[in-house]
């Protein structure tokens, strides 16, 4: 292999490498978001689904749901009426999100809106308790009078129990009224309350992405336009963000998920606050007027679209703008004066056809007069090649859009022979996003898919290519991110969950060697003087990081015997003595991670000697190979 150090031939944006978030598999509600109460508010669309009665006999008491819409404008419309005709022990249990994962002494927070009946003054028990109901903790409180107000006590837990729920118990006779019940862990990520599960926002962390694209992905379509993602509704106090099914509630077979539903407890206010505490870029995308295609299709009329521009226009006050500003002033009450420094924004999840285009033209208008700094991100739809992706490729080209986004979940085979994709892609226009992408080892989402060594491989391959083609390829993103292992409606996934743990998958390893190893400048590899890729299964990409002057090869073997590697790094002065090989490997295609191992695929590190401007060393079979060395 020969590298010419002196010879840049492009920058790699900040960027490139980075993070697709969508509340998919349990991703956000069940997830990341560490709310551990299901329907807290009874605003599923089965008031009660979650919740089961605790009673001894009939005549204990009872539980009235109360739907107030008719009186009030709020969005969360009701409350539970426990009502106890006994000296103890009537009232009800949350299931959680397929059970609550508990840690011993750890403490929980517990909270609710409640007021007491007329006459009443009726204290409450709170529990943690096991499925069998054997106490891990408990706590009482007393509701003090008749108007709303919050209560919140804490709990430490005895044991660990995956599958713990919480019980609320009136102690004597009563009524009282119950809402926003709700629990979580004090260990969030950085202790916040209404905050995200500290594990999972910390492999986000660790792979120090370059940006943060949220909310999806098709719930941000929505089946119906009715049920699309709309920001606005996720912002300001967590009680007045109306409950939303889920686009990914489904009812096929292997991925029924009836009790999937959005809280936006996790709303686009935290969504930015993520992604400044990963030191990512915000990119967050809107419905541009069109529902799923995939389901209804539903489109709004063109004369009827001002209302999603609107939302459009007003996400970027809400993130840049001042704190006088309408928009700007409502995240400073949230707790962000300062700006979040948007600089992307995508217009459309997935759609294709003339409809996304004639939608496209009238937001790109609204947004680049007031905005005309912001980069759009355009879609090209579900298809990485065929008569749809080639029209809207084309159109978008010729509209000078900003920046392209492509997906693609293919077969391993075309992650490594679609690697030159971009070699030849237009140098001048549109930059491209790869905004979803994952190999498919058995078929697209299929349940069987597997998060196997064969599939991360093929995807190391394939990102070499898009690096080599940095120049044009600007971000990049493996989707979905998140799965919970009882929850899931799309394999494969980057990071699997339970209610305890969470781990990475060989393809999360794959993406975080290239996110953490990424240099500022592109500079050629060749082998035998021509392009590596595809050579004898090879695939490299090279870079220098002006920033901490190293040179950074990435070289992938795909196949099944060890190769040679002996790199001449030409361009730089004398290069002499020890640089690092990070290295995954796995003779076994099949190779997987999981909740038992873990750790069973990971990369290692080793020093390796650099003498007289060379590198030798053995690529083995099936690797993933990063080398750096200093370069002056
Ligand atoms: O990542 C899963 C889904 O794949 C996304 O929601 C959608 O954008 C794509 O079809």
């Given at each position: 292999f020969t590298v010419k150090a002196d010879k840049i031939y492009g920058e790699i944006a900040p960027t490139m490498y980075g993070v697709f978030f969508e509340d998919i598999n349990l991703g956000a509600d069940g997830g990341i978001y560490a709310e551990l109460v299901k329907n807290r508010s009874f605003e599923f669309d089965t008031p009660m689904m979650g919740w089961v009665e605790q009673k001894q006999n009939n005549d204990q008491g009872s539980l009235l749901v109360i739907n107030q819409s008719s009186v009030v404008s709020s969005p969360n419309r009701r409350y539970l009426r426990l009502t106890s005709k006994a000296d103890a022990g009537y009232g009800l249990l949350n299931e959680g999100f397929r059970g609550m994962g508990i840690k011993k002494g750890e403490q929980y927070n517990f909270s609710v809106l409640a007021r007491q009946g007329a006459g009443s003054s009726m204290p409450l028990v709170v529990e943690l308790v096991t499925a069998k109901g054997e106490k891990l903790g408990s706590a009482t409180f007393t509701p003090a009078g008749q108007e709303w107000k919050k209560y919140e006590v804490s709990l430490t837990a005895t044991d660990t129990d995956p599958k713990a729920r919480l019980r609320v118990l009136a102690q004597g006779k009563g009524a009282v009224d119950l809402d926003m019940v709700s629990l979580f862990p004090k260990n969030t990520w950085k202790q916040r309350p209404n905050g995200l599960r500290a594990d999972m926002v910390q492999l986000l962390a660790d792979m120090k992405p370059g940006f943060l694209r949220f909310p999806g992905g098709c719930i941000v379509e929505g089946r119906t336009?009715?049920?699309?993602?709309?920001?606005?509704?996720?912002?300001?106090?967590?009680?007045?963000?109306?409950?939303?099914?889920?686009?990914w509630n489904t009812e096929f077979k292997h991925r029924h998920t009836p009790d999937y539903f959005q809280t936006f407890g996790l709303g686009f206010f935290e969504y930015f606050q993520l992604a400044e505490d990963i030191g990512a870029a915000p990119l967050p995308i809107l419905n541009c007027g069109m529902a799923c295609q995939f389901n209804t299709g539903e489109v709004v009329p063109l004369d009827q679209l001002d209302p999603y521009i609107q939302d459009a226009l007003d996400l970027v006050e809400f993130a840049n703008g001042p704190v006088t500003s309408e928009w700007g002033k409502i995240r400073a009450e949230m707790g962000h004066p300062a700006p979040f420094n948007l600089k992307y924004l995508g217009v459309g999840n997935e759609q294709w056809g003339?409809?996304?285009?004639?939608?496209?033209?009238?937001?790109?208008?609204?947004?680049?007069?007031?905005?005309?700094?912001?980069?759009?991100?355009?879609?090209?739809?579900?298809?990485p090649d065929g008569p749809e992706f080639d029209y809207l490729n084309k159109t978008m080209r010729s509209l000078n859009a900003d920046i392209i986004d492509e997906h693609y979940y293919r077969a391993p085979e075309w992650f490594q022979e679609n690697a030159t994709r971009y070699d030849n892609y237009d140098r001048k226009g549109p930059k491209i996003f790869a905004g979803e992408y994952a190999s498919q080892t058995v078929a697209i989402a299929s349940p069987d898919n597997k998060n196997n060594w064969k599939g991360a491989l093929a995807e190391a391959a394939f990102m070499t290519g898009l690096e080599r083609n940095a120049d044009v390829v600007a971000m990049a993103s493996y989707a979905p991110l998140f799965a919970h292992e009882e929850g899931w409606q799309w394999t494969p996934d980057m990071i699997w969950v339970n209610n305890l743990q969470s781990f990475g998958t060989p393809n999360y390893y794959v993406q975080k060697l290239f996110s953490t190893n990424v240099g500022t400048h592109l500079v050629p590899i060749q082998r035998n003087n021509a392009n590596v890729t595809g050579q004898d299964n090879l695939f490299a990409s090279a870079s220098i990081n002006q920033k901490t002057n190293e040179l950074i090869l990435k070289v992938v073997n795909t196949s099944g015997k060890a190769q040679d590697g002996e790199f001449v790094l030409e361009g730089v002065k004398s290069v002499q003595g020890k640089g690092t090989l990070q290295k995954m490997r796995s003779s076994n295609l099949e190779q997987m991670n999981s909740f038992k191992e873990p750790m069973a695929l990971t990369p290692v590190q080793q020093s390796i000697s650099v003498k007289n401007n060379r590198v030798k060393l053995s690529l083995e079979p099936y690797s993933v190979n990063i080398i750096k060395v200093k370069a002056s």
């Open positions: 336009l009715d049920e699309r993602f709309q920001w606005k509704k996720t912002i300001g106090a967590v009680e007045n963000r109306a409950t939303l099914v889920n686009r003339e409809q996304y285009v004639e939608r496209y033209k009238i937001f790109e208008k609204a947004l680049r007069s007031k905005y005309p700094d912001l980069k759009l991100i355009t879609t090209t739809g579900p298809f």
